[in-house]
Structures are given as structure tokens and as C-alpha cells.
């Protein structure tokens, strides 16, 4: 897995079609508030890593590993959709709580993501050097 920034691409990727309607028609709406969106959410995703531990972060600010890109679109979706008013559903919500959740327990130690540019298959699986307590959960699954 690579280590890379979020886009706009990314973002509107996971937008419904009522969604990209609703910020078409926005005249707030413009890509300096996607990116600002964007890498609020990487930051914090980049924080829980740094806090955690137990992996090494990429030197590019707002560079994440593709295992985090789901969690952090989730929480960004959700940001820009109740920054321009419009009415989250519940499986927004429910898939930004379930990103924070999973951000909290990688900020714990419980879990443990891929270090940026692992030199061995230890720490490429994401286990790094003090992970004694057995072996780290995976990245994957959830609601987002």
C-alpha cells in the first residue's frame, strides 16, 4: 500500500448524484473548500496515526495509507455536507461515527496502520516494534 493525499477526485467520488446537485447549485461551494475539508480529516486521521505510536507517518503533510481513505472521506463527506446545510442521512453519519471510532482506537494503539515506506514485512503488515501485546488488528471492514 502507498502513503498519498486525498483529492477532490476522491471526494466527489463518493458523493451521490443529490449531493453534487446540491453543491452545483451552491454559490458557496468551491474547491478551496473541498481542499480545506479534505485535509482537516487527513489531519486528523495523520494525528490518531502519530498518537498510536506504533507507525511510521509519511513527511508529507496530509499524505494518509490508502487503508485510511475510506474512514477519511466518511468524516470529510459528512463535514462538507453540514457545512453548505444539507441533510446528512443516517449512513453518513453512522459511517462518520464509525471512521472516528476506528481513528480512536488507531490513536489507542489497538490498531495499528501501515508505516510510510516499511523496510520489512513486519512492519509492511503494520506491526511495529513494541507490539507485544499480540498481533495488531488489520485495516479494513467498517460502515464507510
Known sequence: MAWRIPTQDDLTAR???????????????????????????????????????????????????????????????????????IPPTDARRDAAKAAESYLAEIASGKIVPESYAADDAEEAKGAGPDADDGPPRTLGGGLW
Open 15 to 85: 458523493l451521490s448524484a443529490d449531493e453534487m446537485d446540491a453543491f452545483s447549485s451552491s454559490s458557496g461551494f468551491s474547491p478551496d473548500v473541498a481542499d480545506g475539508v479534505l485535509a482537516q480529516a487527513a489531519a486528523f486521521a495523520r494525528d490518531a496515526v502519530r498518537s498510536g505510536g506504533r507507525a511510521r507517518l509519511s513527511p508529507e503533510d496530509g499524505s494518509i495509507p490508502d487503508g485510511l481513505f475510506r474512514p477519511v472521506l466518511a468524516i470529510a463527506v459528512l463535514d462538507l455536507l453540514n457545512r453548505f446545510s
